[in-house]
């Protein structure tokens, strides 16, 4: 049996194609797409073969959906149920998993397998490996949109608050405000930011920071932005700066803006390059205690889980980050494509797969 899939076809080229269904493990289920979103991820791999030149690998990796098919082993999961399924599916029984690392299962970052190392989601047929271990029912009355967007913005943009070690009431900072970064403001407030500056220019974004927790806007167009950070806080620079987007100055930029002993999060994917720049006089000559940490998020069952616990009791509401809505799986591409343009009025773009 055949599937259709919205494919890379090689490096600047997209196509659908088709292909074998999936064969399902003894631990493994097949899941049919009811949302699905393309991602900035998909743009880097896509048009700056940021992991490499690939041919016909079917791309995303954000969805829900419904299984259709279970191996013989999955326990928690039946036919019929309405899953959410993370961007990231770790091998939970290889040691990396059992080091407290399962995303780099494999090798470094090899728990990202969807459009990096096996065919993505934007397919008819969608095979998740460890079945158990990675998927989330979806509650009943959850929305679509809300649910597409727990696959990797919300547990992207809420893991850049985790790994910045937000005290309460710090003075936190988040570069870039597209879908993960504003989720990286949600975060910041929830876990106990104070002042809560989000850097970025679209009013569509900037107004939905503020919804979520933002105190101050950055203008980058207004200046420099280290500048306007280190003037609002009198020269001291912030407890905490999450970077969520941006070329590789982000991370310059970043050890500029915060202050000593202050923590630098990323969570950006920076996708060409061969390396990033550090300046040595704001990182006191390497001994300024400035922590910069960065990671590919967890996944997983659990994750999921909780993810679905924030928006069940009203903590996050992702699903506004929506801003594009369109009706039928024959749509990915122009969702993509939205991806890759950014007009003025985007967020994220959101595909109802009402047509399979």
């Not at 047929?125 to 949109?145: F, Q, R, V």
């Amino acid at each position: 049996m055949k599937v259709k899939g919205f494919a890379m076809l090689g490096i600047g080229k997209l196509g659908w194609i088709e292909k074998e269904k999936p064969n399902v493990g003894p631990y493994d289920a097949l899941v049919k797409p009811l949302v699905l979103a393309p991602c900035t991820s998909d743009i880097h791999t896509v048009f700056e073969g940021a992991v490499g030149d690939r041919h016909n690998l079917i791309l995303g990796h954000e969805g829900a959906g419904e299984i259709i098919e279970i191996g013989s082993e999955v326990k928690e999961f039946k036919v019929g149920d309405r899953v959410v399924i993370p961007a990231i599916t770790p091998d939970w029984r290889s040691l990396e998993a059992q080091d407290g690392y399962p995303q780099h299962s494999g090798g470094m970052l090899s728990g990202w397998k969807f459009s990096n190392i096996k065919d993505g989601v934007f397919s008819e047929a969608i095979h998740i490996n460890d079945a158990d271990m990675n998927l989330a029912k979806m509650p009943k009355g959850m929305s679509l949109e809300q649910a597409v967007m727990l696959s990797d913005m919300a547990p992207t943009g809420i893991q850049g608050a985790e790994l910045a070690n937000i005290k309460s009431g710090a003075t936190v900072a988040v570069l870039g405000i597209g879908p993960v970064g504003l989720m990286g403001v949600a975060g910041a407030a929830i876990h106990g930011a104070g002042r809560l500056f989000a850097i970025g220019n679209r009013k569509v974004c900037t107004d939905l920071a503020q919804e979520y927790g933002a105190s101050d806007i950055i203008d980058y167009k207004k200046g420099d932005i280290v500048e306007q950070i280190l003037k609002a806080t009198n020269g001291r620079g912030v407890d905490a700066t999450i970077i969520a987007g941006g070329d590789s100055n982000a991370i310059l930029e970043a050890v500029k803006m915060t202050k000593p002993g202050g923590t630098i999060s990323n969570v950006n994917y920076f996708g060409n390059g061969e390396t990033l720049p550090i300046p040595r006089l704001e990182w006191g000559n390497g001994m300024a205690h400035k922590d910069i940490r960065g990671g590919l998020v967890a996944g997983g069952r659990l994750r999921m889980e909780r993810m679905v616990d924030l928006c069940t009791y009203k903590r996050i509401e992702p699903e506004k980050m929506a801003t594009h809505v369109f009706d039928g799986f024959k749509n990915i591409e122009k969702a993509l494509l939205l991806m890759k343009d950014k007009p003025k009025d985007l967020i994220k773009p959101v595909v109802i797969c009402d047509d399979l």
